[in-house]
Structure formats: C-alpha cells, structure tokens
C-alpha cells in the first residue's frame, strides 16, 4: 500500500480545527450508552467480563458510589471489588491501544510527512492543560487519530472505535472487576489559550456542584479565585509551598502591591534576578529569590536560606547538592534547569551562573 507522502492545503488547514473539535468534547454532554459500551469493549480488551457500570454526577460522586458499595459488600468474600483495575485500563488503553494506533499510521504516512505531522501536534499539544479529570491531552491524540482517518490512514476499526469512543465520553473511571464507577461529563468548562481558567469562579462545574478552581490552568483554592485582589493577603504567597500557585497568587496580588505591603528590600540585582528580604510580620526578616518565568513572563518568588545575601548565593542554594561543589565561571559549561530539574555536563569543572530555562 503506498503511503501518504504529502498534504494538500486544505488537508494541512484542518489539523488546529480536529483540535479544537475534539477538546470542546470535554465540556459536551456524556452518551451514557456509548460510554457504557466503551467501557465495557475496554474490559474485553483486557481480558475482563464486561462490568457493571455505575455512573455519579462527578468525580466526587463517583468516589463515594464506590466507597458505598465498598462498605456494603465488606462483609462478603470474596468481594467484588478486591481487584482494581487502574493500572492495567491506563496501560491497555494509552500504552498499548494508542500505540497500536501510531504504528499503523506511521505505516501509511511517509516518515517525514509523519515527523512533521507529530511536530504540528507537539505545538497544539504544548499550549492544552494536562488536567486528569478531564483528560484533555488524551482528547488530543483522539483528535490526531481522527484527522489521520480524514486524510486517508485506515486503522484497526476494533482497536481504533474502542479509543476513540472512551476517550471522547470518559473522562473519570474507577474500574474495578466486575464494575466501573463513571463521572457524568462537567456541565461546565471554561478555558483561556487552551488551559483552564476563570477569575471569576469555578474553572470546572459538574451538575451537583461539585466544582474545580484553576487559574490559567493551575488547580487553586476556592478563595484564591472568590477574593478580590486588593483582599488577599500577601503573606498567602509565603506559606504557599507548591510553586505553581505561589506563581498565580503573585500574578493576581501583583509583585508591586506584595513587595511594598511585605516591606520588601533589596539586596542583590543581577539579570531578571533580585534577591529582596520580606517582612513575615512574625519578627522574622528574611530573603527570596524574585525572578520572571521566561516562558509566561510572570514573576514569582522563593525562599532561599537565611544567610544568603546574594543572587548567586541564592542561585546555589536552589541547585541539587552535587552541583553546588562545582565553582562557577562565566566561562564554565553550560546547563539547563527545568522546575526542579537540573541538567549540566557530567565532565563539568566549571558550571556558567545561571541556566538555560527549559519551557
């Protein structure tokens, strides 16, 4: 069979609309019957009997349908719900389904039509939220798969149906032998450049309240959303350990109003680097590392050591231990650093000061 070696220009058009189309899938109303039997040709795959499958208005709903029935049969052995399912349903549907998926398709296109392909994908994919309930990034690959079949690829239809109507009408599953917990689909989605996010209230709205905050696509506390700005205190951001909603509490407080209301001073500048002190209001005066995330240009702050008075200081108590021993040089290796996630040349002798931000 001889492969697909090049797109027309309506064909290479078509590629953000299957995007698109398939994303909006997340917030569009369930087909209990089409989710039922999805679930159920999944099992078949597996292995399994087909389940009985129990749907909840969300995936808080879902999870206390199973505690219930948990509750109900404990007296019973064996039970029914001994063996779960998690592990080996995420393995057969994305490891080994997708995979087949791929392999045909990389049989019918050309390799560097296929290379180019994954590229374009890559760059759509960049920019969606990764959020599990939902299950965006797998609505994604549904979507690719689909475009594969308008631009002429033919696929295993058992392998393929099976994909495809799971990952369009199930976006939470807790399966277990013999039966399945289903959340029905939110009834409400609100996105911004492809992430969730809504300043206004919940980012996420299922049928019985139940409800997810997020801000340009990071999960955040109900009042971090419901308070006004000039309200939120700004010492929220300095007990705040997870570093991507200390990054939003900045973004919507402001750097300004923070840094003036906190008593901030600096004590070091170097590049986007400032390391200031803050006054916790608890006596204690000490020092963060204020910086920009090149890739969204929104600053934020951490906390580095309390004797630390430097930028490079603070930049070395943020590296793993076996690189602060390397002395640093302007004319050192380079390295480069992504989150928490340091990279540099093992046969370093010298390291440059500052990384290469992977985004």
């Keep these: 069979m001889k492969r697909i070696g090049k797109l027309t220009g309506e064909q290479e058009a078509q590629i953000p609309k299957y995007i698109a189309k398939y994303i909006a899938l ?10 039922t039997t999805a679930v159920r040709a999944l099992y078949k795959h597996m292995g399994e009997e087909a389940p009985i499958v129990i749907f ?10 199973c505690a219930m029935f948990q509750l109900l049969l404990s007296g019973s052995k064996p039970s029914r719900l001994d063996s779960h399912l998690s592990s080996r349903l995420d393995s057969q549907l994305y490891s080994q389904l997708r995979s087949q998926l791929d392999s045909q398709l990389y049989s019918r296109l050309d390799s560097q039509l296929y290379s180019q392909l994954h590229s374009q994908l890559d760059s759509q994919l960049d920019g969606i939220s990764k959020d599990g309930y939902l299950t965006i990034w797998w609505l994604a690959w549904a979507a690719w798969y689909n475009y594969a079949k308008f631009i002429g690829v033919e696929f295993d239809e058992d392998v393929y149906s099976t994909f495809m109507a799971f990952t369009a009408n199930v976006h939470f599953i807790i ?3 013999g039966i399945a917990f289903i ?4 009834i409400n989605v609100c996105w911004h450049d492809g ?20 801000l340009n696509g990071v999960t955040v506390d109900e009042r971090i959303v419901t308070t006004p700005a000039a309200k939120l205190d ?6 705040e350990k997870n570093a991507e909603v200390r990054r939003e509490l900045v973004r919507k407080i402001g750097i300004e109003r923070m840094y003036y209301e906190l008593g901030g001073k600096v004590l070091d500048k170097r590049d986007d680097y ?4 803050l006054n916790l209001g608890d006596g204690n005066i000490r020092p963060y590392l204020k910086m920009i995330n090149p890739s969204i240009g929104v600053y934020h702050i951490e906390g580095v050591p309390p004797d630390v008075r430097t930028v490079d200081q603070a930049l070395t108590s943020r590296k793993p231990t076996k690189m602060r021993g ?3 040089s302007f004319d050192g290796e380079v390295w480069y650093q992504q989150g928490d996630v340091c990279i540099w040349p093992r046969s370093a002798k010298a390291l440059q000061p500052s990384p290469i931000i992977l985004t």
Excluded: C
Aim: proline share 12%; charged share 15%; net charge negative.
């Design 183 to 186: 959340a029905e689909k939110p």
């Design 326 to 328: 390397i002395p640093v």
């Design 56 to 65: 909840g208005s969300s995936p808080l709903n879902a999870v206390l349908l």
């Design 175 to 177: 399966p277990y032998s």
């Design 234 to 239: 700004p010492r929220l951001i300095l007990s």
């Design 26 to 35: 997340a917030s569009e109303p369930m087909n209990k019957d089409i989710a």
């Design 195 to 214: 992430q969730l996010h809504n300043a206004h209230g919940p980012a996420v709205e299922y049928s019985d309240g139940y409800s997810l905050w997020s």
């Design 274 to 277: 400032e390391l200031i002190t």
